[in-house]
């Protein structure tokens, strides 16, 4: 099984990986849009920048209950990309997930288009803070260790600018690609559909549980779990 995909892999070393919410959820890390409770906004709204701005206890206090899984661990997926890597293979890991597992499973080049939970910075200062110490924080609302101001996860929220360098850089990868490897999304969310368009190769390949809106355009198109599949392809190498 999957024959013709460790083929693909064992001729390339200019591997890109996209991935979307689905290389998380199985590490049992849910998709914060199906969160469940009694909430009078919808999970758009409560990672607005502007909800940030004007109730950030609150957004807080969604964000802790909804985005962070602190003992959530790598998975299949994150480490079989960690090992081709490590095998010269893959040039580049790019993630719509903010919840580093990724790096904890050994990747290196990994572009967060969305940020990381990993990441907190005083929007005062500029001072950094690790996970732990917003989690650890005394009130809802983490404050600097430095200057009592407020500490923002680097995490892009809605009505927020993606980092531009990460998504050039990003784009830059994609577009010098040799194989494209697309996993755990649909593609119908901005940007990913758009960052697909800049890989000029005729090998792209779509692990997904479902169908993608880029089906047609892919020269392989694999419908079962991210982690399975990536985990059968590099066992031997
Ligand atoms: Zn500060």
Known sequence: MYEKLKNIIKKSDNIVFFGGAGVST?????????????????????????????????????????????????????????????????????????????????????YELHGSIIRNHCMNCREYHDLEYIMGYHEAVPRCRKCGGVVKPDVTLYEEMLDMDVFNGAIECISKADVLIVGGTSLVVYPAASLVDYYKGEKLVLINKGATSYDSKASMVIDARIGEVLKEVTREL
């Open 26 to 110: 199985e590490s049992n890390i849910p998709d914060f849009r199906s969160a469940k409770g009694i909430y009078v906004h919808s999970p758009e709204y409560l990672l607005s920048r502007s909800y940030f701005d004007s109730n950030t206890e609150e957004f807080y206090r969604f964000y802790k209950e909804n985005l962070i899984f602190k003992d959530a661990k790598p998975n299949d997926a994150h480490y079989a990309l960690a090992k081709l890597e490590k095998l010269g293979k893959l040039k580049a890991v790019i993630t719509q997930n903010i919840d580093g597992l990724h790096q904890k499973a050994g990747s290196e080049k990994v």
